[in-house]
């Protein structure tokens, strides 16, 4: 069942629209009340999810052939697509602007000597 007044995916996939379109969806969705630490566990878990689905995708230590074939790749784009959302929930939640932030720490990278 579709949540009810979802807004539209922005046409410009944008950081700053993604994550404005992040926080519509979590307000619509009734999200808007999580707090940092569970939202912290849930972005774990996905984490979790990403590295389970690249290790199927590189084939690494495969289960029996009895479990359901899945297509790797859109398994991967799924489980990306599942941490960035919950990435750009937490930021909303902080208040973070996550584009600003990523290019003020790539200011400080480009500083750093890399080895």
């Known amino acids: 069942m579709e949540t009810p007044n979802l807004p539209p995916f922005p046409q410009q996939t944008t950081l700053p629209n993604l994550q404005a ?16 630490e569970t939202l912290f566990l849930l972005l774990g ?20 052939a009895k479990a359901k074939p899945t297509d790797s790749r859109q398994a991967l784009a799924e489980e990306l697509a599942d941490v960035l959302s919950y ?29």
Do not use: M
């Open 45 to 64: 878990e996905e984490v979790g999810e990403l590295a389970k689905a690249i290790r199927n995708h590189q084939k690494q230590y495969q289960e029996s």
């Open 21 to 36: 379109y992040i926080d519509a969806v979590v307000k619509a969705r009734g999200w808007d009340t999580d707090n940092p």
């Open 87 to 115: 990435l750009l929930h937490l930021s909303n939640l902080f208040g973070i602007d996550l584009a600003t932030a990523l290019h003020e720490k790539e200011q400080l990278n480009a500083k750093r000597i890399w080895h």
